[in-house]
């Protein structure tokens, strides 16, 4: 990676800001209820406690409509932060910006970490109001962006702090999490080792047209599972009786298929339902053998073994998408077999966050895979080749 990290900058008796991503699940009593987000910014922040730094933290957490919700508080993020930082004072600020804030900033001491309110409290975040991103940056000595989940978003706390960090000559470097996950899906996508194998699954073509172009001149073999598959069979010339297709797609999707030739792998066999219900009448058939009245909502057994044979000697995997409704376990088959391939492959892999990162949990396989994204819209915009508002903000090395 061509950006500084916090291994290039003192922070012995600074005062860092970190973006981190703590838009964790709330139970309705306000008890996080999966801390995955939380722990995947430990090693930074033990990392710049050990040598030296106050610590001010900033993070969204949800979508809160007009102004401070009790509900989207970041309160419960700061109690598990000390439960997991025994040995140093975890502050939660009554807000993010303010008198009050500046006073909490300026007393801060090495070893110490103020939490600060929800930045999406203010609609400032969001609208590009440099003035805002001005008091997240008082008192300010450097800049870490730990928040992959949000590097695809240009808000405040993202674009606008580092931009006037660096105005003012200080640094803006990169956290350990966002550090790796530039490394394994830029590595993924710019020097694979090859042979290289995409999987993409979900609901919509429309959402995946750039991804799917630009990994097309990129990868071995593409496999297509998910609603997506049945608009590319519909284009083939297939019925597909009651399925999600997308209409307006059907001409990109012949276009795809066109310039993917052989890379570009759909299901042969699917799994169809006479309801989209967990408890829907379901069979499997030939992917040109769907019927008026039935929906595929998941790939066949079939397609699994002639995916499981392309991915066989696959030495780098990249997985964005599950493969059906993996929500009705009826219907999960497909994407926990994959899932399964996976886990036993002798390859990186590397799975894109959002929905395939839920199934390989739901699965027990996390600790299987090489990596799991934690930004499932920043992974999916990495794989399309554009450059994210966060890394783009790096100091180069």
């Known amino acids: ?29 306000g008890n996080i209820t999966d801390d995955t987000r ?10 710049l406690l050990e040598h030296g730094a106050a610590l001010v933290l900033a993070s969204h957490l949800g979508r809160p409509k007009s102004g401070p919700e009790a509900k989207f508080s970041l309160a419960p993020t700061a109690k598990r932060l000390q439960e997991l930082l025994p040995d140093n004072q975890v502050i939660m ?93 830029g ?9 290289f194998v995409a999987i993409l699954g979900g609901a919509k073509v429309s ?29 083939q010339g297939y019925e597909m ?26 299901p042969v066999d699917v799994v169809v339902a006479d309801a989209f219900a967990a408890d829907a009448a379901s069979k499997v058939v030939g992917a040109d053998e769907v019927t008026a009245g039935w929906r595929v909502l998941d790939i066949g057994p079939a397609t699994i073994a002639h995916y499981a044979n392309r991915l066989a000697a696959a030495k780098t995997v990249v997985w964005n998408g599950p493969m059906g409704v993996f929500e009705f376990p009826a219907f999960a088959k497909g994407t926990f077999a994959i899932a399964d391939v996976l886990a036993n492959l002798d390859a990186t892999t590397i799975i894109g966050g959002g929905d395939s990162a839920a199934a390989v949990n739901d699965a027990g396989l996390a600790d ?11 992974s999916l915009e990495y794989l399309e080749g554009k450059v994210l508002p966060g890394v783009a903000a790096l100091d180069e090395k």
């Open 187 to 195: 590595g993924a996508v710019e020097q694979p080792v090859r042979p």
């Open 93 to 185: 600020a009554a807000d993010c910006v303010g008198p009050e804030v500046e006073a909490q900033k300026q007393a801060l001491h090495a070893g110490q970490v103020l939490v600060l309110e929800n930045v999406r409290f203010y609609k400032g975040e969001q609208k590009g109001d440099m003035d805002f991103a001005a008091q997240l940056a008082s008192h300010i000595d450097v800049y870490v962006d730990d928040a992959f989940g949000t590097a695809h978003r240009p808000d405040m706390s993202v674009a606008g702090v580092p931009q006037i960090m660096q105005a003012q000559g200080k640094p803006v470097v990169a956290g350990f999490l966002l550090e790796k996950e530039i490394e394994f899906l």
């Open 1 to 29: 990676m061509n950006k500084k990290t916090v291994r290039d900058v003192d922070v012995s008796g600074k005062r860092v800001f970190v973006r981190v991503d703590f838009n964790v699940p709330l139970d309705g009593a």
């Open 368 to 378: 299987k895979m090489t990596h799991i994204s934690t930004g499932g819209g920043a």
């Open 241 to 266: 009786g009651d399925s999600l297709v997308e209409e307006p797609s059907l001409e990109l999707a012949q276009s795809l298929l066109a310039e993917g030739g052989d890379i570009l792998v759909l």
């Open 38 to 47: 939380i722990q995947g910014a430990m090693p930074t922040i033990r990392y």
């Open 207 to 235: 959402d995946k047209i750039n991804v799917i172009r630009n990994l097309l001149g990129k990868v071995d073999a593409l496999l297509i599972g998910g609603g997506m598959a049945n608009t590319f069979l519909k284009a």
